[in-house]
């Protein structure tokens, strides 16, 4: 089974900051990683497929890059709603996982 | 538009069962593969269960296989999860998901609709 490391899980940053979030996976998973925001109280949201590829509607401040074990969602310049959690999710085979998680937080 | 709704929620206790909904509209359910996914308060997603559109393929998560079952209706637009010998480690919000494309297959599309979620309190 593919596990997914994200770090750090917690992030304290400012609005204006470039942000970057990092998903290691256990093995390869070529490009099949996608991104997701959620905010409290509320379903996730996708951002990202395929490890680059900015959902219709997604600001592109958010961008994704990476392929085989190493990931990263960058944020250029952050936002008042982007304070949230984001996790990363492999779609490569089952059993499908989400990374633990990235809270980017006030600081 | 798409829309995902659950039901079946609420308090049961452990080794009893449930039984969950997921109503949907605004597209061609048929089409799509979907999911379970949940997540226990305060804690990160985890991935349940999925069935292909057509029913013909499904695959469980370990720490719910051989208790829960994915099944669908293409005729009613309804998805469920039988849940059964739950326990307290399944509390969580569970939340039906649309894969981002129709035709289930590889690689797996990921998932761009989400119903509101849908709370499971396990407890004595």
């Known amino acids: ?6 770090s750090p899980s917690f992030l304290s940053a400012s609005v204006g900051d470039r942000v970057t979030i990092t998903c290691r996976a256990s093995q390869g998973i070529a490009n099949y990683l996608a991104w997701y925001q959620q905010v409290p109280g509320k379903a996730p949201k996708l951002l990202i497929s395929a490890a680059s590829t900015l ?20 944020i250029s310049s952050l936002q008042p709603e982007d304070f949230a959690t984001y996790y990363c999710q492999q779609v490569n085979s089952y059993p499908l996982a989400f990374g633990g998680g990235t809270k980017v937080q006030v600081k | 538009q798409v829309q995902l709704v659950e039901s079946g929620g609420g308090v049961v206790q452990p ?71 739950l326990r307290a480690d399944d509390t969580a919000v569970y939340y039906c998901a649309r894969e981002e494309r129709p035709g289930s297959g590889w690689p797996v599309p990921p998932f761009d609709s989400w119903g509101q979620g849908t709370l499971v309190t396990v407890a004595s």
């Open chain 1, 1 to 6: 089974d593919v596990q997914l490391t994200q």
């Open chain 1, 55 to 74: 959902q219709s509607g997604v600001p592109s401040r958010f961008s994704g890059s990476g392929s085989g074990t190493e990931f990263t969602i960058t």
């Open chain 2, 15 to 85: 080794g009893r069962s449930l039984r969950l909904s997921c109503a949907a509209s605004g597209f061609t359910f048929s089409d799509y593969g979907m999911h379970w996914v949940r997540q226990a308060p305060g804690k990160g997603l985890e991935w349940v269960a999925v069935i292909w559109f057509d029913g013909t393929i499904i695959y469980y998560a370990d720490s719910v296989k051989g208790r829960f079952t994915i099944s669908r209706d293409n005729s009613k637009n309804s998805l469920h999860l039988q849940m059964n010998s």
